[in-house]
């Protein structure tokens, strides 16, 4: 039972490039979530989906491009990357109704932009 | 709108001593309340959740956690940590009938001393 992959674990990048993030769930959960995780900061929601073809934005949107074209991926894509976007990336997946909504996390990615 | 404070940013403690970190949240409605842990290099993990009932909720690991309405406050607490809860400790909300995304807390290093 895999979960909730991302692809790749580690990205090191130059200003100004394109960037995807991949994200891959099993369990067909309708909702996904991309975070970002800064020092200081815990997480903050960048974009969501409640499933396919729908999607919304969170707290810090800008930079980033999402799509859901299939309800188990979930990629996320810096247009063009810049220093500020250097962090930790986290896609989660929620399940459930009342008491067993449950989000997971993925493994997370950790990009760096030069 | 909401937010989530979490007001110690790292803990250090000797093991077996006892654990609370504290977590206030900023909103008068009804909320879903949760705890995740994140070990080092490693994703978030669920603690425990709120979301209606016994203001004390029992979590993993020996984890439990106190919703004090009035407070705004959801403190989670141990008894006698070790040297293995040494982590992140994340606060996060849901506020009841919104799109269901997670507001955190900055988080709570935790370290635990053998």
């Known amino acids: 039972d895999a979960g909730i992959t991302q692809s790749p674990r580690y990205k090191i990048t130059e200003t100004g490039r394109q960037v995807t993030l991949m994200c891959h769930q099993t369990w067909s959960h309708s909702y996904m979530f991309w975070y970002r995780q800064d020092l200081g900061h815990g997480l903050r929601l960048i974009y969501y989906?409640?499933?396919?073809?729908?999607?919304d934005k969170g707290e810090v949107p800008d930079g980033y491009v999402v799509s859901r074209s299939k309800t188990e991926n979930f990629p996320l894509t810096l247009e063009s990357a810049t220093r500020s976007q250097t962090s930790v990336y986290f896609c989660a997946s929620r399940t459930g109704t009342g008491s067993s909504d449950t989000q997971y996390f993925g493994p997370g990615t950790r990009l760096t932009v030069l | 709108a909401q937010s989530v404070s979490q007001h110690n940013h790292h803990v250090i403690l000797s093991e077996a001593a006892s654990l609370e970190l504290g977590c206030n949240y900023s909103?008068?409605?009804?909320?879903?309340l949760f705890w995740y842990v994140q070990y080092p290099g490693q994703h978030l993990q669920l603690l425990l959740k709120?979301?209606?009932?016994?203001?004390l909720v029992k979590g993993i690991k020996g984890f439990e956690a106190e919703f004090i309405q009035s407070k705004f406050s959801f403190n989670l607490r141990k008894p006698s940590v070790q040297w293995s809860d040494t982590a992140e400790y994340f606060c996060?909300?849901?506020?009841?009938?919104?799109?269901?995304?997670?507001?955190f807390g900055s988080g709570t290093q935790l370290t635990v001393l053998p």
């Open positions: 909103y008068g409605g009804t909320v879903n």
């Open positions: 996060a909300v849901i506020i009841s009938g919104s799109a269901r995304q997670l507001t």
């Open positions: 709120y979301f209606s009932g016994d203001p």
């Open positions: 989906s409640a499933a396919a073809d729908i999607t």
